[in-house]
Structures are given as structure tokens and as C-alpha cells.
T-cell receptor, first 118, second 120 residues
Framework: KAGVTQTPRYLIKTRGQQVTLSCSPI?????VSWYQQTPGQGLQFLFE???????NKGNFPGRFSGRQFSNSRSEMNVSTLELGDSALYLC?????????????????FGQGTRLTVV | AQTVTQSQPEMSVQEAETVTLSCTYD???????LFWYKQPPSRQMILVIR??????QNATENRFSVNFQKAAKSFSLKISDSQLGDTAMYFC?????????????????FGQGTILTVHP
């Protein structure tokens, strides 16, 4: 069973540009969540999607957005990049649905996309 | 809002010895879930062990066990017979239970992490 796939693995962008990161969850998983990891702020929750609907959103500016497609693949977009957006972006998938106990599932993480803004 | 605190930025241990990583959290909820994740240099986040708050029995997974003290809001990880492959960053994480209409879907709140180095 293939794991969570994030593409690209590495990315270098210039300030002011925008970027799109992709996450393909494990087959059958309908929930995808995104996290930003930086040395200073640690791991912070960005948002979570389930069946193409955003169910939860972290405390990030509107420059950060995401979406989920009917095949559960998800993308996150960051517009007008700032130096502080340099981070490792992690995606996790699980099969949790409404009312499901998270103990019946596990959040499987991808290897992340390392974004560097210069 | 929930918070998770790991007070040990770095720890080291000799191979085959036992080490305990500390974690405390703050929440007003009665039911929730706690996790320990491991992130080796490959950056792959791997679930080590999990605990349901409504269970009094401490979770164990082979060489890994937890000491869950609900009243004290403490959730420490004990690694027995440490191996070189245990070298990694370890994160403690909290999750609220899913509930219809709630805002806790899929959200893990992480601590700052503890870098564990196992020496030969």
C-alpha cells in the first residue's frame, strides 16, 4: 500500500511569488491535513479537508489556502510568499469520518516539502 | 485552546539504557487523545504510541510505554533498551475527539519536540 506522497520534495521560490504544494493520501483515506514546521514555531496546523470540504483551519493568514479534489488529493497554495514562509510543509492523511473515533485510524504523514523563500 | 509543552529540548542516552521524555498539556476537555510521534533525520513523522484519555491503563508498544497521569495532565514516554535507530526528534501531540459540528477535525496540537540521541 503506497504511503502519503508529497510533491515536490524541495522548492525554492522568490519573495512575492506563489507556490502550490501537492499531497496524495493513502488510497481510501478521505481526510487530509496540512502542517507547517519551522525551527522557531515548531509544528503548526494549517487546515484539514474531508471529502472536498475544509473542516478546520489554523491561525494562518489568508495567503495560505488549500483544496481537496474528488480523488482526495489535496493541494495547498501560498500566495505573495514571504521569507518567513520558509518551512517544511507536512501533509497527513487518515480515514476518519464524521463521528469516527480517531483511535480507529492513524494519521500517516508524508515526507514533506521543503520550501525555501529567497 | 489546547497547549502541549515538552520541557526537554535535548536528551541523550546510552544504547540499551532507558530514557524518559516528558510532556505536559493543558485542556479543559475530559475526552481526548494523546500521541508520541518520532521524526528521524529523514523527516518522516512516525506514530510511536497513542493513549485514549478515557483509558486508565497506560499504553505500551514493545519497548515504548507511556505514563499517563490525567489529573496532572502529564504524558511521558519511556523508551527501554534504547537502540541507535531511536535517535530522532520526538513530539508529543494532543487531539480532541471528533464530533459533529465541532472544530477539532484532524487537528493535532504538537509540543516543541525533544531531540533524542542514542550513543553507542
Amino acid at each position: 500500500k503506497a504511503g502519503v506522497t508529497q510533491t515536490p520534495r524541495y522548492l525554492i521560490k522568490t519573495r512575492g511569488q506563489q507556490v502550490t504544494l501537492s499531497c496524495s493520501p493513502i488510497s481510501g483515506h478521505r481526510s487530509v491535513s496540512w502542517y507547517q514546521q519551522t525551527p522557531g514555531q515548531g509544528l503548526q496546523f494549517l487546515f484539514e479537508y474531508f471529502s472536498e470540504t475544509q473542516r478546520n483551519k489554523g491561525n494562518f493568514p489568508g495567503r495560505f489556502s488549500g483544496r481537496q479534489f474528488s480523488n482526495s488529493r489535496s493541494e495547498m497554495n501560498v500566495s505573495t510568499l514571504e521569507l518567513g514562509d520558509s518551512a517544511l510543509y507536512l501533509c497527513a492523511s487518515s480515514s476518519t469520518g464524521p463521528g469516527a473515533l480517531p483511535m480507529n485510524t492513524e494519521a500517516f504523514f508524508g515526507q514533506g516539502t521543503r520550501l525555501t523563500v529567497v | 485552546a489546547q497547549t502541549v509543552t515538552q520541557s526537554q529540548p535535548e536528551m541523550s542516552v546510552q544504547e540499551a539504557e532507558t530514557v524518559t521524555l516528558s510532556c505536559t498539556y493543558d485542556t479543559s476537555e475530559n475526552n481526548y487523545y494523546l500521541f508520541w510521534y518520532k521524526q528521524p533525520p529523514s523527516r518522516q513523522m512516525i506514530l510511536v504510541i497513542r493513549q485514549e484519555a478515557y483509558k486508565q491503563q497506560n499504553a505500551t508498544e514493545n519497548r515504548f510505554s507511556v505514563n499517563f497521569q490525567k489529573a496532572a495532565k502529564s504524558f511521558s514516554l519511556k523508551i527501554s533498551d534504547s537502540q541507535l535507530g531511536d535517535t530522532a526528534m520526538y513530539f508529543c501531540a494532543f487531539m480532541s475527539p471528533l464530533n459533529a459540528g465541532g472544530t477539532s477535525y484532524g487537528k493535532l496540537t504538537f509540543g516543541q519536540g525533544t531531540i533524542l540521541t542514542v550513543h553507542p
